[in-house]
């Protein structure tokens, strides 16, 4: 502290001792409870005049930490314009700062023994993290960009996503009761259909280990709400397997099978039909109960029932094929991805996150303005339609999906 300051702050306690003193004990008074005369008046006011002077030289509140970000791509210089956070970290400035100083406490401390100290503010590491999830630059270059060692980048990158995948999973979470009719009504609003709780969709990233090992293939599969707000997301999976298996595999199907999701809210009865709680999904997944994929092309004609259901079916899965599209826009995620798989893994929940975080923010940077580029890449692992592989189970997927079919012909 200032020595004006202190002497300030000590001066400030004197008078407000001396002035307690003269209230309790005034002088020349015979009883306790009579006021002071007018000769300690003088002093009183000098006594509160030097409170009021101590107050104006204390320390004031501090103001809110900024976090000024060098330019990677101008070392030494510090970031200004909008456009460098958008094309640097795939979000804005005010993004930047909200999300720095939420986890400033998380990536400011536990630095490993063998990098200590590192001696980065928590916007330096965010940046740094943010910039190999963003772009997709390799270790060497961000070493570069900020003047940091390799070694330094790579547990800045591990720490942002494991803070992420570990402090904030919870912003991907699948819905409860009420928040399900929220999203099913946003989807009736949409297609004129009840009861759809989501779009589900599978994304394939290929990652390149090293020279020596050939490339592999994981899947992700999301499940998203018609904003592209991603509800559940479980990765992993060899991509190189169909949907139908990736999605029996998965903790989700293990769930709606056990009746542990899905179970929440009123049927609707349409024409002596329950419609349940469903989510929807392209041609490669299986005709399900809870899940239901348009008909196949020698099931429809123009302007029958079918083509009308297939035609809502569209309306609603745009928000899930935009939504993997938007991943694809993380530089990480856009391939082939040079890291170990447990990485990859990690660089695609951190990215989820992020996706729902920025929409949280009305923050659409990273969000995918067209799904040509996506189409082409999802190209080589398209599927032929699926067929029904239980009867004892499709009589009932059967007759709810016939039954939205021509739920959305009276609609159309």
Known sequence: ?????????????????????????????????SLPNNNSLPLIHHLLLSNQIAATLSPKRKRKRRHNLFDPDQPGSVLRSPDSFVNSYNMTSSTFEWLAGLLEPLLDCRDPAELFPINLTAGTRLGIGLFRLANGSDYPDIS????????????????????????????VSFPNSNELELVSKSFQSLSGLPNCCGAIES????????????????????????????????????GY???T???????????????????????????????NQYLIGGKGYPLLPWLMVPFVDDETSPGSIEESFNEAHEVMRLSALKTAASLKNWGILRGPIHDEVKMVVAYIGACSILHNSLLMREDFTALAG??????????RYREDSCRIEDDLVSVKALATRSTLATMARKNS
């Open 241 to 243: 397997k169909n949907n």
């Open 370 to 379: 067209a799904l040509e580029d996506y189409h082409l890449q999802q190209e």
């Open 245 to 275: 298996t990736i999605l029996k595999a998965s903790t989700l199907y293990k769930d709606i099978e056990e009746g542990m999701l899905l179970n929440n809210s009123p049927s609707i009865n349409e024409n002596e039909v329950m419609l």
């Open 144 to 171: 570069t960009r900020f003047g940091v060692p390799v070694s330094v980048v790579k547990f800045c990158v591990k720490q942002l996503c494991r803070v992420l995948c570990t402090n904030f999973r919870f912003w």
């Open 1 to 33: 502290m200032e020595s004006r300051k202190l002497a300030a702050l000590l001066s400030s306690l004197i008078s407000q001792l001396l002035l307690l003193l003269l209230l309790i004990f005034p002088p020349n008074s015979t009883h306790s409870n």
């Open 203 to 238: 994304c394939r990233f290929e990652v390149f280990k090293d020279s020596t090992s050939s490339n592999r293939c994981l899947a992700a599969q999301i499940v998203v709400d018609s904003s592209g707000r991603i509800l559940n997301i479980v990765a992993g999976f060899d």
